[in-house]
């Protein structure tokens, strides 16, 4: 199974930018589609974008389409979020996920559909 570690969170500025990083080992990594998540306090987990196993598509979350931009370099065995323009709402643990079905063709932003997690990482916005 995909191991993944999120790291880049941080305290910013509202209007500032950040980037997440995920490290994933196992041989297969380039195999599954990845996605990044986010979980305020009280909150359910939200998707936030995807990416499939070729890089080729990607998807977003309304709240954050033309701010967050998703990409991933299989040769490092990374993913990676650029998350531009940030507001007080994007305030969460943001977290790392691997699809759980190999060589899956079409980005989904069901919970159910990724197996591996990473612990999460600390985003917060500030005014």
């Known amino acids: 199974q995909v191991q993944l570690v999120e790291s880049g969170g941080g305290l910013v500025q509202a209007g500032g930018s950040l980037r997440l990083s995920c490290a994933a080992s196992g041989r297969t990594f380039s195999r599954y589609a990845m996605a990044w998540f986010r979980q305020a306090p009280g909150k359910e987990r939200e998707f936030v974008s995807g990416i499939s196993w070729s890089g080729l598509s990607t998807y977003y979350a309304d709240s954050v389409k033309g701010r967050f931009a998703i990409s991933r370099d299989n040769a490092k065995n990374a993913v990676y979020l650029q998350m531009n323009s940030l507001k007080p709402e994007d305030t969460a643990v943001y977290y790392c996920?691997?699809?759980?079905?190999?060589?899956?063709?079409?980005?989904?932003?069901?919970?159910?559909?990724?197996?591996?997690w990473g612990q999460g990482t600390q985003v917060t916005v500030s005014s």
């Open positions: 996920a691997a699809d759980r079905s190999p060589l899956r063709v079409a980005v989904t932003s069901q919970t159910a559909a990724f197996g591996s």
